[in-house]
Every structure is written in C-alpha cells, then in structure tokens.
C-alpha cells in the first residue's frame, strides 16, 4: 500500500469544530494504515475572521485527544509555536511569494486576468442577475480589456484582483465516497484568485499547497464539492496531477437540519469541558458517517486505524445522537482505574479527589453519569452530613418504630464487625443481606431506612456503596442519627 500523506488545513477563526475533528480522524487513520504522514497546514489568509490564540487552541485540542500530526505547526516546551517536517511554511501568510509565483503563470498562460471592478459594480451586477433570474456569475467586463489597457491600469496603482479564466466543456473527477462527479463548466463562476490586498483566495493556495506538500488524498466536507472543478482545472492549468478526492457527508442536528451552535454544541472543546472524554469523543465523531463493521460501536483508536475504508463512507449526512454520546462517555468513565478517574475527575470537582471519601463517592457515581461535569452535584451528600426530615426513613410498609428497630439492629451489626468486612460493597452486600434473612426480616424494612439515614435522600446509591464509601465511623454517625430522629 502506497504511503498516503493527508492534511486538514483549517482556518484560524476560533474554536474546533466538531466537524474539523471528524476530517482529521479519518486523514489521521488513513495516514497511520498506509505509513504515511498526517499534517496540519493553516490557511489563514482571510484575514479578517483571524481569531487571536485560534492556532494554539486548535493544536492544543488535537494535542489532548492525542491526534498527533507528522508535520506542520507544534507548541514548543516554552509555548512557542514552531515548525516540524521539509515542505513548510505551514502557514499560508508565510507562503506569500510562493503564490505570486503561480499567479503569474497562470497569467502569462491565458488562464487568469486582472480584473478591475469596484464592489459597487459587482454588488448591482449581481442583483441586476437574480431580478431576471440568472446564477451570479462575473460578467468578465475586465477580460475583455487589452493588455495595454490592463497594464496602464496596473501602473497607477489601480486596484485590482485576479480572476481563474473557466475554459468552455465540462470538468469531471472521480470522489472516492461519492463515484464520478461531473459538472459542466458554464456552472462554475471566474473565481477570484488573488485579492487586492496580494493574499490569495482558498482556491489558488489549497491547490498550490496540496501540491507541492505532496498530499496524495483529500479528505473534506461535502460542502466543498462545488469547489472542486476549480480545483481540479488548476490542476491541469499547471500540468499537475491530482490527488484522490473524497468528501464526506455532513453533519446534522437530530431533526435533520445542517449541524449550528443554535441546536446545541459544535465545538470540540466545548464537549471537552462537559467532561467527555477523549476517547469516547473520538468513538462518537469516527462513527459519524462510517462504521467499519455495522454491529459494533465501541472501538479504540488502534481498530478504526486499521478498519478505515473510504468506499465505506457513507454519502447521506450524519446525525448527531448524544444519547449515543452519553452512552459511549459512561462505558469509558467505567473504564478508568481508580488513579484515571481522580486526574479525570480533578478538574470537576471543587472537592479535593486525593480524600478517600471523596474519591470514594466518585468511584460511585460514576456508574451513573454521562458527563464528568455531573459529578459534582452527585457526590454532594456524600461530603456533606445530609439535613432531612425523619419521615422520609419510613418505608411504606412499615412504621417508625419498625424504621428506629431496623437502624437499631444495623448499628449494632456494623458497630460489631472489623474494617476489614467492609473493605469492599460486595463484602458489605454480603453481611447486610445475610442479617435479614438470618432474622427473617424484609429487604424494604431494612433497606430502606438504612439508605435514607446514610444518604438523607430518597433517592441515592445502595447502601452497601454508602457504607463502603462513607467508612465504618461515618456511617454509624449518619445512622445514629436517623436513630434519633425516630
């Protein structure tokens, strides 16, 4: 298998979009199956959306999910962004020259003009357009200039912009998920190529940059499909040949409509405050539009690597469940070894998580929680003596007197055995529940008011986990005073 090298290439403009990271997984996994290199190129040349800090949070992010790429820009021990790999700049604002190079050929070949119309113009071009219902497009006013009308221009300062010449026919290319795509050329506007400011547009740069950082695959959203004739045509204006294309489905809300930050979170680093993992984020975002097997959902990083196929992406969109989500970040937050989950937990609980106690109540709950940012709320009473009104220690059976004889009896049990019987919730299972049937009791009688005065809750964990979490001094504090409030 040929080594492949893929690339994502986003722009600077603020957080990572879910969708970013779903492109860089699957050039991540076809770069690693092949043996090739995965890269990271910045195209920041529109540059009014720049977003200060845009660029380290983005490697920072890709960072802690543990997306490393093989080239392009990196974080420094000192903070510093600098470069790694032979085919840099890595950042289209440093390649400047590279671009007027090309630009220039392309000129002198006949497949670019300067174009010289204000934003006036074109702004009553095009509404002049839609009123009698024609697709906008350039007029090529400007192409029908001569060259010495051009260049007379040029030589006082004019401003100008340059435009790619569509030549008559049709362009057609092979996409590896969506077949043969052809469409014909009188679709296709004379698309701005270099600005007057002397950055180029996405379309000249991600073409000269693809090309000359050897990436032998394109892996994007489908929303560039309508770009890539232009692409594919300078390709050919430059007698270079193009690399495999391939764009992926979108993604969308669960009622259908394109994915927006108005129907809930888009970006990555908003999922990773919630608390959800990095794996089960990069299980979640991998499956959002290829599963390698159909009847699995759970798959380590390693597996998708090996798996990935791209005639298994799929051409329909991709929904985001976050019941899914959910599911998948409790199956990993059940996962984690008891060391894991504390330097998890840390940064969500106000909580010092080196107390046992409150280490304890984590371990607990989360069995129960699909965020760690939900833990906090759930491991409350567990630190703090609960306050509550006796009443709710009656289980609907019985009376208080039944409730106040069955803590009696689990005072007595607990104040009786060693630490070591409660150094774990199966021991303690084990001894409760041999006392009830040994006495002939019930599971609710007992049960009951023993959970309540632990937890002060009506709902809580059983309470063999709060006996095992609370320790043996705690709980009989928790259960005396039940007792006394009988």
Known sequence: MTPARTRIAPSPTGYVHIGTLRTALYNYFLAKQTGGKYIIRIEDTDRERLVEGSVENLLETMKFLGLEHDEGPVIDKDGVIEEIGEYGPYTQSARLHIYADYVNQLISQGNAYHCFCSKERLTTMREEQQATKQSPKYDRTCLRLSENEVQAKLSTGENSVVRL?????????????????????????????????????????????????????????????????????????????????????????????????????????????????????????????FNPKGDQELYEIEEFTELFDLSKVNKSGAVLNMEKLDWMNNHYLKALSRDELKEVARPFVQANVDNELVLNAIMIERERVSRLDELQEKIGYYLEEPAYDGAILIWKKADAGDAKAQLEGMLKLLQGVEDDALSSIEQIETLIKNYIEANGLSNGNVLWPLRTALSGREKSSSPFELIWALGKTQSLNRIEKGISLL
């Open 165 to 289: 010449k569509i030549p008559e026919g049709e362009t057609i290319f092979e996409d590896a998920v969506r077949g043969l795509i052809k469409i014909n050329n009188s679709e296709v506007d004379d698309q701005v190529i270099l600005k007057a400011d002397g950055f180029p547009t996405y379309h000249l740069a991600v073409v000269v940059d693809d090309h000359l950082m050897k990436i032998t695959h394109i892996l994007r959203g489908e929303e560039w499909i309508s770009s890539t004739p232009k692409h594919v045509l300078l390709y050919k204006m430059f007698g270079w040949e193009a690399p495999v294309f391939a764009h992926l489905p979108l993604l969308l809300n669960p009622d259908k409509s394109k994915l927006s930050k108005r129907q809930g979170d888009v970006a990555v680093e908003d999922y990773l405050k919630r608390g959800y993992l990095p794996k089960a984020l990069i299980n979640f975002v991998s499956l959002l539009g």
